[in-house]
């Protein structure tokens, strides 16, 4: 729930759920995801990008996802030819759904923050 007295104090206030996704999807930039992201001792290469693209682009046209599961299948179909499912996870060890979702400021899918799903962790 956010602290109603931080959009009192400061009415710009970027709000994040307990798990770091942003409440409010207007609220993510480039410039955000670099912070972010340098606060998770990430550093964005072109190949981050690429992923963090296609999340933003697979919710804008497929809405909220069911489950994880479908955008875990939809990021091996795209980056099979770049590595797959170890490349990505090379490049968010955090998981790339559950981390990948985070960075690309979009909500969590169900099973993403289920530790035992989506993450190296």
């Known amino acids: 729930m956010p602290d109603i007295m931080k959009f009192i104090v400061d009415e710009a206030a970027i709000e994040d759920d307990p798990q770091g996704y942003l409440m409010q999807l207007e609220a993510w ?6 912070e972010r992201a340098r606060a998770e001792d990430l550093a964005l290469t072109p190949q981050h990008w ?7 682009e697979y919710y804008r046209q497929h809405g909220p996802a ?14 099979a030819g770049a590595g797959g499912r170890k490349q990505l996870y090379m490049l968010f060890p955090a ?9 690309a400021g979009l909500p969590p899918p169900p099973g993403a923050v289920d530790r035992s ?3 190296s962790h």
């Open 117 to 119: 799903f989506g993450t």
């Open 50 to 56: 690429e992923v963090i693209r296609f999340l933003r």
């Open 95 to 103: 998981g790339p759904v559950t981390q990948g979702s985070r960075l």
């Open 29 to 34: 930039s480039e410039d955000l995801a670099r």
């Open 66 to 79: 069911d489950h994880a599961r479908s955008i875990m299948q939809a990021l091996e179909r795209r980056f």
